[in-house]
């Protein structure tokens, strides 16, 4: 009876690692399972008689407890824990049930020329979007190619499909501007994929523009098509990071726009970061941070001296002084202000402690077979650590200074950045940044 009783419990906690492994959402569930399945063996094989009988049927229930459990994981919870997209899409922009009217979707252009592997992981990414949230895409690039790659990768179908649906439309457009060439290569080449998208914008065709194809170009592109905001000297990169707190993000900028700054330019920076803070991340009272190497007023170099001044005697937002290398993804500021040097190389560190930290994890763990059950209960939390810090996950960077809603996408962005990029800009729009972005001017420190 009790070799019986052994080999039941062999077979239940082999179940229960298996089991864990695919549905993480539910590990107090099966923690709870385990624990009673394991606290009956050890009774049945020291109490004898009718003991042992009660065991075997805790045992028993136990593991039909874990069995019910996968069972309700996988039909309701397995979306949430699969669908990294979940995590990101709150609630306020996820299309409902009941079918939106194409009067009510936003219509957003794309540069599907742009980036070092479009247009395949560019059409992907807003093909899903368009399934995922109340938008329409202009997908501007040279529509044979595009056509052509479509059908190698088997999408073509799909794209006809939401061509007949109107919630697609190709444009054509010449090549795009390579992520060698200058910046200005935007004022000779006029039917570049990024001038087409831009202009789209500019004839109010559509909301928002995104490209994850040279930044430098995207930022000129948007500066001669459609203009800087009346008092903004110049547009920054502003760059979601994540907190300790999930559910609230960091914006710092800028990340990339501007290697050399002026004070005035960083005082600019907060203000677009200030109202961004309360549009879009519902943020009532957003503090803003200067990113300087110490937090009293004193430190830095002339740059941050005399920004701090400028932040300090500002009445129209919340300045919270100095913020720390250590104290970004604190969640102690809502937004962090720097010249785009500092804040490129912040951006790009970020994006590789996560795949860094879980790989140090992994080799941490102990070797053999207890090694093997410790990683199958914490691959699934390894993996959700690295999504948090991972730049796919947040999808794009807005361009805040200029006369419209720009998403600006990483470079080897796939289809997972596209649509959390596109969801960024439907984002902006929805909560009509563009309407307290044009505020600014009225500001007298910009009329100064």
């Not at 009510?104 to 592997?117: L, S």
């Not at 044979?144 to 179908?157: H, P, S, T």
């Not at 590789?352 to 699934?380: C, N, W, Y």
Request: hydrophobic share 40%.
């Amino acid at each position: 009876m009790e070799k019986y009783s052994s080999n039941k419990k062999s077979r239940a906690i082999r179940r229960l690692v298996i089991w864990y492994k695919r549905n993480s959402a539910v590990t107090s569930i099966v923690d709870t399972a385990a624990n009673s399945a394991s606290t009956a063996s050890n009774v049945a094989g020291n109490v004898a008689g009718n003991v042992v009988s009660s065991a075997e049927s805790v045992v028993n229930t136990a593991t039909s407890v874990v069995s019910n459990a996968s069972s309700i994981a996988k039909n309701t919870l397995q979306p949430l824990v699969f669908d990294p997209l979940k995590r990101l899409q709150n609630n306020d922009n996820l299309i409902n049930k009941k079918e939106v009217l194409n009067s009510e979707r936003i219509w957003i252009a794309v540069d599907g020329m742009g980036g070092d592997y479009a247009p395949v992981p560019i059409l992907e990414g807003c093909l899903d979007a368009i399934s995922r949230f109340p938008i329409n895409i202009k997908f501007v690039g040279k529509i044979e190619k595009v056509r052509f790659e479509a059908e190698k990768v088997g999408l073509l179908d799909l794209l006809e499909k939401e061509i007949d649906n109107n919630r697609l439309e190709l444009i054509d457009s010449g090549d795009p501007i390579g992520m060698d060439e200058e910046a200005t290569s935007v004022r000779k080449r006029r039917d570049a994929s990024i001038n087409i998208a831009m202009d789209l914008v500019k004839t109010n065709r559509a909301k928002a523009v995104y490209s994850a194809g040279n930044s430098g170009a995207l930022m000129a592109s948007a500066i001669f098509r459609i203009g800087r905001l009346k008092g903004i000297e110049r547009p920054a990169i502003g760059a979601l990071f994540p907190t300790r707190d999930q559910t609230r993000p960091v914006l710092v900028l800028d990340v990339g726009a501007n290697t050399d700054c002026k004070p005035s330019y960083l005082h600019q920076f907060a203000l677009l970061g200030n109202i961004y803070a309360k549009d879009v991340l519902q943020i009532k009272k957003p503090r803003i941070g200067l990113l300087n190497i110490g937090e009293e007023e004193c430190k830095g170099n002339d740059l941050s001296l005399k920004t701090y001044e400028l932040l300090s005697n500002e009445k129209s937002f919340n300045f919270g002084g100095n913020c720390e290398g250590r104290d970004v993804l604190s969640g102690n500021f809502d937004v962090v202000v720097c010249d785009g040097f500092t804040g490129n190389i912040l951006l790009k560190f970020l994006e590789s402690v996560g795949g860094v930290l879980l790989d140090i994890l992994k080799s941490e763990l102990p070797r053999g077979r207890r090694g093997k059950v410790g990683s199958a209960f914490l691959k699934s939390n390894l993996l959700r650590i690295k999504k948090r810090l991972d730049h796919a996950e947040h999808g794009g960077a807005l361009l805040l200074g200029v006369n419209g809603i720009c998403v600006i996408g990483h470079g080897s962005s796939k289809s997972l950045s596209v649509v959390s990029a596109l969801r960024l800009a439907h984002s902006a729009v929805n909560h009509n940044v563009m309407e307290n972005l044009n505020q600014l001017q009225k500001l007298q420190v910009l009329n100064s």
